[in-house]
């Protein structure tokens, strides 16, 4: 079997789903430690400089092109995954569920979907602004005279996000997605590392326990900025 054809098998979507699952996980770690920043009480000083970092450095450039690479790659496939499981039950019985299963195990698009729908709104209230500010518009410059980049102008974003955070449809929204986030990580880690063939009785309860414990601890590291920040916890 040639290589374009074992990625487009059952077992192949699977394993691109798996590996650039774990590769998004990872991404969501890096991505919550540097939203961490937030808490720093500075009023936003060293969350703006680790942004600025983060947008600027050549090297975060070239990931964050593999970032992407990967989203798009998930969701491809994802929805090949979904379309390939519903050909293969084309019809849905609705009285018989399967032992041990719950039921975001067999949401995993829909759950996918209302995630997509918020990374699009994520995208267009910070990425974009900070990314492409001649077109959306940028979201204000502010200097420092310590530490790194002094009286060097660098984006606000402390100060974009607590406006964003101010309104409650959007904290809504997006406390709606990470609800939806972790119930998607509560199966796909587990699900990506059986992929790739831990299934031994030994392993399983400790995938298990680490999944679950991931699946809650990083939506709710997520969750603290926006309701943080909409009560005024937090601010510039």
């Known amino acids: 079997m040639r290589w374009g054809q074992y990625f487009t098998s059952a077992i192949g979507k699977k394993l691109v789903m798996a590996f650039t699952g774990i590769f998004l996980i990872i991404f ?4 919550a430690s540097a939203n961490a ?33 990967g989203f798009i790659l998930h969701i491809v496939q994802g929805i090949a995954v979904t379309i390939q ?29 209302i995630i997509l729908i918020f990374l699009i709104i994520h995208l267009s209230q910070f990425w974009l602004h900070t990314r492409f500010a001649g077109l959306f518009g940028g979201v204000g410059d ?3 005279d310590n530490g790194m980049y002094v009286n060097m ?7 974009q996000m607590h406006l964003v ?10 406390l709606i997605a990470l609800i939806a986030l972790g119930f998607h990580l509560a199966h796909g880690f587990q699900s990506a590392f059986r ?6 009785s030994r392993y399983i309860p400790i995938i298990r326990g680490i999944g679950y414990a991931y699946s ?21």
Do not use: Q
């Open 37 to 69: 920043c937030i808490f720093v009480p500075d009023h936003g000083a060293t969350f703006n400089k680790v942004a600025h970092f983060l947008g600027t450095n050549w090297v975060m450039h070239l990931l964050e092109v593999g970032l992407f690479a």
């Open 28 to 31: 969501l770690i890096v991505h």
């Open 85 to 113: 499981n519903k050909k293969k039950r084309p019809v849905k019985y609705s009285m018989i569920k399967r032992p041990n299963t719950h039921w975001y195990s067999s949401a995993m698009g829909l759950l996918g979907v």
């Open 195 to 200: 992929t790739l063939g831990m299934t031994s």
């Open 165 to 174: 955070f101010s309104h409650a449809w959007v904290v809504i929204i997006y």
């Open 153 to 159: 102008p660098v984006d606000n974003l402390f100060e």
């Open 216 to 236: 809650i601890i990083i939506p709710a590291a997520f969750a603290c900025m926006p309701v943080l920040m909409y009560f005024d916890v937090i601010h510039p």
């Open 142 to 144: 502010v200097t420092y």
